[in-house]
């Protein structure tokens, strides 16, 4: 294999904790239910989005690009992370916002703004016209004379998924004969990434949270990039997900995820966001409870971080 160049910014690695207390809650045996921690990655706040952010930004220096253009909700991880990067790097960003520009800012558009990238807000848009008008903002820069790299929203490509194809091999050293690692899947990067350093759609379960509808096309598409980036087969199977979750909307609080949300915190001490990995929590027990996991399989949560959002004012309402 044949791993493509990084820059460093998420540090050396993220805990594996081991959560009995939680699992138990959920019907797991002992030392079965794991969490990784890649909400504690080293920039910005922390998220699953650094370990894409480490090959998107090294490819972009590389091809001499000044600029990075990206786009999603005021709430989006990732934008507060691309802008992070950005100054990390001493690059320009410019952020394509969905949604209504709003004078009271809180959660993750808070941080995001710290962060003082340019910011181009759009309406409220679906996701493919978000995705239609962050490539439109990048021929805007270009004409203006930038040198822009242009990033899909989420990071959801084959250079940005090489980083969670690094990730698994990090986390089967942590846990070797993993069965299974659970994580969110949105845009399809995460999920892409894992399993083609997993080599199995089979041992990775995205959990869908309504973000798009085309998931099995866009995990399928990337992971074929990813795999040939990297020099690595295509993984085995056919990806595998949970759309039990997804609600009536993008972000929806439902009684699931107001479960999983206070087990967590109560069970661990481990705080989890509603859009995300709370998600994932309450589908695992779900699988158990209809016998689609076995309680002593080796189950690793993903969590993708995203924490700042549990002070934006809907979520502050809505958890309480």
């Not at 699953?48 to 990075?68: F, I, P, Q, S, T």
């Not at 990067?85 to 800012?105: I, Q």
């Not at 940005?160 to 659970?182: D, M, N, T």
Request: charged share 20%; with cysteine; proline share 5%.
């Amino acid at each position: 294999m044949t791993w493509p160049r990084r820059v460093d910014l998420a540090g050396t690695g993220t805990p594996l904790e081991r959560a009995d207390r939680l699992g138990a809650l959920i019907g797991f045996a002992p030392g079965a239910f794991w969490v990784k921690r890649d909400d504690l990655t080293g920039l910005g706040g922390g998220g699953n989005k650094v370990r894409h952010l480490e090959y998107l930004c090294a490819d972009a220096v590389d091809r001499g690009c000044d600029l990075l253009v990206t786009g999603g909700g005021p709430q989006s991880n990732h934008i507060r992370l691309t802008a992070a990067a950005a100054n990390r790097l001493g690059l320009r960003c410019r952020l394509v916002v969905s949604g209504a520009k709003r004078r009271r800012r809180a959660g993750n558009m808070l941080l995001t703004c710290l962060l003082e990238p340019e910011i181009r807000w759009v309406g409220d848009i679906s996701y493919p016209a978000t995705q239609r008008a962050v490539a439109a903002e990048v021929e805007r820069a270009r004409d203006e004379g930038y040198r822009p790299y242009h990033i899909p929203v989420g990071g959801a490509s084959a250079m940005g998924a090489v980083g969670y194809a690094r990730a698994s091999e990090e986390i089967e050293a942590q846990l070797p004969g993993v069965g299974l690692i659970a994580t969110a899947t949105a845009t399809g990067g995460t999920h892409a990434g894992l399993a083609v350093g997993m080599r199995s759609f089979e041992r990775v379960l995205g959990v869908d949270v309504g973000a798009q509808k085309s998931l099995d096309t866009a995990v399928s598409t990337i992971a074929k990039g990813t795999a040939e980036l990297c020099g690595l087969p295509y993984p085995d199977g056919v990806p595998r997900f949970d759309h039990r979750q997804a609600g009536p909307r993008f972000g929806a609080v439902t009684d699931a995820v107001r479960w999983a949300v206070a087990a967590a915190s109560k069970h661990e001490g481990l705080l989890l966001e509603p859009v995300y990995t709370a998600r994932v929590l309450a589908a695992l027990g779900d699988g158990l409870r209809h016998g689609e996991l076995t309680p002593t399989t080796t189950v690793v949560l993903l969590h993708t971080g995203g924490t700042p959002i549990l002070h934006a004012a809907p979520y502050v309402k809505r958890l309480r």
